[in-house]
């Protein structure tokens, strides 16, 4: 069972909605939304309490890829597991529900946290570096992550926390307002809420603003396809080069994921990846190889991969944070494959979150934490030597790939 939510503490339900409405005002420290997680949810058991007053705020919104069958059953075409769903029953994610043989996406702007973010933060480093990121969520996952640190709004449903109502117009406007150059669509998986993505990336698009998939990858292809017609930018948190630790750890699948990875790199969409590495589980040597193997071969070597420490969370306490040298080794180890861009995450003021020209190793980006403080690059293009960092680096750039 997914976990149950109550309020934050300090948070009543009358104090959410208040901040909901002002979602378009002014807002400080880049927050335009927080909600209440599942605070009163034992991560080792599983056990909870559901929220006391939460009213339920679903939409009724027809999926876009779903196959109707007979006696009003549906099977979902969005993600992999091609759920076969009953009438009266919903998906593998939660958010999706068989209404008399029609299928009804349940959380179609309905926003559950909505930030303004570092664009570092996603992370998306060779992709407008220093700028920001209009980033929302819903409930709901289609994988089951034990390290999952935004658990509190992933592994539950809809009706179980709090969401306020933010339609694509009403999204693109506040990204306008805020002179955001970015929606990043993350903390939860993207993939439950594709409709709501898609048009909202869509009309984005039209408005000049860009659009980020911060994604576990789980995705058919036709779909993925038809998204990143109107995407700009999309990060792959690669879990691991094992299927044995996706269906044991994730509750996914290793192939399908490498499959997005391939589209997106077939398609020509921006395309970083991101690896927690996490000690005793992703960490061997083998593992890393082949890994970095497997991208050289397939990606090329201008793909960037970050490697970020893992901290116990959620259903993973028992295990220690990554030790840093797991991390050097790692970087190392890509590196000597012949990845060109190689970063460490979550450690601040580590030499690897910098960004250095693979030709020459002049540092042609300094960042501290998630802020850029200094960018030497000129057209996209290293000042010391030339040559040409392979990126993302202005908005006519972003939303020029078609």
């Not at 038809?226 to 996706?246: G, I, N, R």
């Amino acid at each position: 069972m997914p976990a149950k939510t109550t309020r934050r503490e300090g948070l009543t339900r009358r104090e959410f909605l208040s901040r909901a409405a002002a979602l378009g005002g002014a807002c400080a420290a880049g927050t335009l939304l927080e909600v209440a997680p599942a605070a009163a949810q034992d991560p080792a058991s599983g056990a909870g309490m559901a929220g006391a007053g939460i009213k339920a705020n679903l939409s009724d919104h027809e999926v876009m890829f779903y196959q109707k069958l007979p006696e009003q059953k549906v099977r979902c075409g969005i993600c992999p597991r091609e759920c076969l769903v009953p009438e009266g029953q919903r998906g593998w994610c939660g958010v999706r529900e068989n209404r008399k043989g029609s299928y009804r996406l349940l959380v179609y702007g309905k926003v559950v946290s909505a930030h303004i973010d570092p664009i570092e933060k996603k992370p998306l480093y060779h992709y407008l570096p220093g700028t920001t990121a209009l980033s929302v969520a819903t409930a709901g996952c289609n994988f089951e992550c034990k390290f999952c640190q935004n658990w509190e709004i992933s592994q539950v449903r809809p009706e179980q926390i709090p969401a306020a109502d933010l339609p694509p117009a009403k999204l693109v406007k506040v990204a306008e307002i805020r002179k955001v150059p970015t929606l990043a669509f993350t903390y939860n998986e993207p993939v439950i809420f594709y409709e709501y993505a898609h048009d909202a990336a869509k009309l984005a698009r039209a408005a000049g603003i860009g659009s980020a998939m911060i994604s576990n990858g789980f995705i058919r292809e036709k779909p993925f396809r038809q998204l990143c017609e109107h995407l700009t930018a999309v990060k792959v948190d690669l879990k691991s080069f094992s299927d044995h630790f996706y269906r044991t750890i994730c509750r996914g699948r290793l192939k399908p994921v490498l499959n997005t990875i391939l589209t997106a790199r077939k398609i020509g969409i921006h395309l970083e990846l991101v690896v927690l590495v996490i000690p005793t589980l992703n960490d061997g040597d083998e593992e890393l190889k082949n890994m970095a193997k497997w991208i050289v071969d397939n990606l090329g070597p201008d793909v960037p991969l970050h490697f970020s420490r893992f901290n116990p969370m959620y259903r993973l306490r028992n295990l220690p944070p990554t030790p840093l040298r797991t991390l050097q080794r790692a970087h190392q180890i890509a590196r000597d494959a012949g990845v060109h861009y190689v970063y460490i995450g979550n450690v601040p003021m580590n030499p690897a979150n910098h960004t250095y020209c693979h030709k020459c190793g002049k540092r042609v980006i300094k960042r501290l934490g998630f802020l850029v403080r200094e960018n030497l690059l000129r057209d996209g293009k290293c000042p010391n030597c030339g040559t040409a960092i392979p990126g993302v680096w202005t908005q006519q750039q972003a939303l020029a790939r078609r």
